[in-house]
């Protein structure tokens, strides 16, 4: 069965999701979530929720068999709270029942006696020395501490004409994907467990599901159904809380349970775009060489680690931007606080010290009179540049390429201030660059077993999913271009734990860079062996339908060839802040045009060029819709998304209707320049696109609009608030 619903079905509404397979006669699982973002828990009663007619089990942290965690690197989060709730979105008991109705009614009887603390809330409240501790054993809530050096900052600081100093502020962004987190549990005869959901990497979650349940691994069969966005919420901890939740109702009482989150309890639980605080200084000389760049990135977690330290290290590692910088000294920490937890998500970090290097760019060129496309091209990394870790750059660099696409589309030489009918418009730019795949955050490889069936049917079983990307089909691409038939004749199977290599996960936009490597790696063994059979056999194989002809009437059974793709270990160390972060990086320039109404504080972007590297296209259309989702969620990023927290900690805007995304009246037509030049780490030469567009928009709006208005806004979203602030008119 293929994994990903063909396109024309899920814009139709017709492609089947996790909630359209459940099975009958199922219980209905559901969390009590904590009151407070910061309390003790002085006592915990259920007795009144087991009395509801139709509830049949409330299960709570004394009943988990195995390891009561559900976090991916660092053991610091429950899956059911025992004694302190440090999130709005702990939960502290289960209540299974056979009536979803009866459920609701259980959970409102549960009684919970908590003793509130004082909530810590924002990253300077956290890193006081005054503040209370998220994590008793974490002094001043810094989880880890990562840094970058080159050079020698002091002295670069010394030689530089000018310098501009600014601290730059970005929220906690929510990922808004369609589909909820939906999971259900089916006991298996031998006392095991069959687990359907919306799980973005589920060997990540087998392995951390089985420790929780108690059961080993090959006992626990997850199975991956198609899904309906995830953008990195679906990658953390919110998949292995709802399949653990479920399997743990399923084990006790030895029925089929289901979970599914509702909207806002998807938005409190799931992993959000880290909050940051960065403060940025950048020097160097009239003539606009770059000399020195001193930051410190802060970017607050939540209450738990999640990925946290992953997203820190892609963050500070690209801080300083895409320049070469003599001088460079980059501190970065996270921080725990009280506010839902942080994770992944598209652009993992990037897009958040994209926005302050790219802004304190423009600054600069403003502060010496030039302009900053000039600033760029002087300064950009080039072909055997140095960056910023130390790192000598032997692939190709396409920044200067890029740019000059974006620049001559934009003809960014107009006069920003210009008014149109009451209205200023500006224009600005950003350059990205984004480094592909995992780098330091751990081994990376995929594998991939390719077979070909009697009935002329080629199946690649391979452990990545396909959550509307559009990978499956550009995996089929691959296979079917080196076994030189029609793609219909490739099925990319449902992925099964049970049956599928372990690929690792599904971020990091690694699917076409690690698994269509893994693929065209056994699709070229699979030829060769089928093909030396033939020749035994007295056969010669010169066409895609001679292999599958040969296969269907000669051998007539399974031919089947395993593949391994593995990059080569980088070794950037984080604490002595240099080395190879990443083998390769993906580069790419930004450019928009803005009209800003300085009466209403409004911006709306008139036109956005995107030009990026993608190494080699394997399918167009899906590389430019890529692009064009990332610069959407860019956009979102940049001038409305943002969940907003009352005074007491309490997120107020947990729904689609409050949760502001933008529409097709937000946007303009996205216009793409897709450049290609062939990466020489990977035999496909691809580059990763799926997320390093969305690092450009915020800096560029924000350019754009100082470029309008005369002013810098250096806190997102961009609101009609913050601007008029900013240009005195409240």
Avoid at 170 to 195: M, R, S
Avoid at 319 to 332: F, L, R, S, T
Avoid at 619 to 624: D, G, H, L, Q, V
Wanted: with cysteine; charged share 25%.
């Amino acid at each position: 069965m293929a994994r990903r619903a063909e396109p024309l079905d899920a814009v139709l509404g017709c492609g089947i999701y996790t909630a359209d397979t459940i099975p009958d006669e199922v219980l209905y699982v559901k969390a009590v979530r904590s009151s407070y973002p910061h309390a003790l828990v002085r006592r915990l009663d259920v007795s009144k929720a087991l009395k509801v007619k139709g509830v049949i089990d409330v299960i709570t942290h004394a009943d988990v068999p195995g390891v009561n965690v559900s976090a991916t690197l660092i053991p610091d989060r429950p899956l059911l709270v025992r004694d302190k709730v440090r999130s709005l979105a702990d939960a502290l008991a289960l209540v299974v029942g056979d009536d979803p109705v009866a459920v609701d009614e259980a959970i409102e009887l549960v009684e919970v006696e908590y003793e509130p603390l004082k909530p810590v809330m924002t990253i300077e409240e956290a890193i006081s020395d005054a503040s209370p501790k998220v994590h008793e054993e974490v002094e001043r809530n810094i989880v880890r501490h990562y840094k970058v050096r080159k050079g020698n900052v002091a002295k670069g600081f010394e030689e530089c004409d000018v310098i501009v100093e600014d601290t730059y502020r970005t929220q906690t962004q929510d990922p808004a994907a369609l589909e909820t987190e939906a999971a259900y549990a089916i006991p298996d005869e031998d006392g095991g467990l069959t687990i359907v959901g919306t799980v973005q990497n589920p060997f990540y979650v087998r392995r951390g599901v089985a420790r929780i349940l108690n059961i080993p691994e090959d006992k626990l069969n997850i199975i991956a159904a198609p899904i309906g966005g995830t953008f990195g919420g679906k990658s953390d901890e919110a998949p292995w809380d709802v399949c653990a939740m479920t399997g743990l109702a399923a084990l006790r009482t030895n029925k089929p349970a289901v979970y599914i989150y509702s909207r806002d309890e998807s938005m409190l639980v799931h992993s959000h775009r880290h909050a940051s605080l960065i403060k940025h200084k950048l020097g160097g000389t009239y003539e606009g060489k770059l000399l020195a760049a001193e930051v410190e990135v802060y970017f607050d977690t939540g209450a738990y680690a999640s990925v946290g330290p992953f997203v820190l290290m892609r963050g500070i590692v690209h801080a300083a931007g895409p320049y070469e910088i003599p001088n460079i000294k980059i501190d970065g920490y996270l921080v725990y606080t009280n506010n839902v937890m942080a994770g992944s998500l598209r652009g993992f970090g990037n897009p958040q010290v994209h926005f302050a290097a790219e802004s304190q760019i423009d600054q600069f060129a403003r502060k010496i009179g030039m302009s900053p496309v000039e600033v760029r091209l002087k300064n950009m990394l080039r072909d055997g540049s140095v960056t910023a870790t130390g790192q000598v750059l032997k692939d190709k660099v396409s920044l200067r390429e890029c740019l000059t696409n974006v620049v001559h589309l934009l003809n960014s030489s107009n006069r920003g201030g210009e008014d149109i009918n009451g209205r200023s418009i500006g224009y600005g730019v950003a350059l990205v660059y984004h480094g592909n795949s995992l780098g330091p955050e751990g081994e990376d490889k995929a594998s991939a077993v390719i077979s070909i069936t009697p009935d002329g049917v080629v199946r690649v079983r391979i452990g990545l999913t396909d959550y509307g990307t559009g990978a499956s089909l550009g995996l089929a691409k691959i296979v079917s271009g080196i076994l030189n038939i029609p793609p219909s004749k490739v099925v990319i199977e449902r992925l099964e734990t049970r049956r599928a290599p372990d690929s690792g996960g599904t971020f990091a936009s690694r699917s076409t860079l690690m698994g269509g490597n893994a693929v065209k790696k056994a699709a070229e063994q699979l030829f060769r062996k089928i093909r030396n059979m033939a020749f035994e056999k007295g056969y010669s194989i010169t066409s895609g339908e001679e292999l599958l002809r040969f296969v269907s009437e000669e051998l007539r059974e399974e031919v089947s060839e395993y593949a391994e793709f593995q990059l080569p270990t980088c070794d950037f160390d984080p604490e002595k802040g240099s080395g190879t972060p990443y083998l390769q990086y993906t580069y790419g320039a930004v450019g928009v045009e803005v009209e800003v109404d300085k009466e209403l504080g409004t911006v709306k972007v008139r036109r956005v060029i995107a030009s990026f590297d993608v190494g080699r296209v394997i399918n167009r259309a899906f590389a430019e819709a890529q692009v064009e989702g990332a610069i959407t969620q860019g956009i979102g990023f940049t001038l409305l998304e943002e969940l907003i927290r009352g005074k007491t900690g309490k997120i107020l805007n947990l729904n689609l209707a409050d949760y502001l995304v933008p529409t097709s009246a937000d946007l303009p037509k996205v216009e793409i320049i897709l450049v290609e030049n062939p990466s020489p780490i990977t035999p496909l030469g691809v580059r990763t696109i799926g997320e390093p567009p969305i690092c450009g928009p915020a800096p560029a709006i924000a350019n754009a609009v100082e470029d309008a208005t005369g002013v810098r806004v250096k806190e997102l979203p961009i609101t009609a608030e913050r601007l008029l602030k900013a240009v005195n008119r409240i």
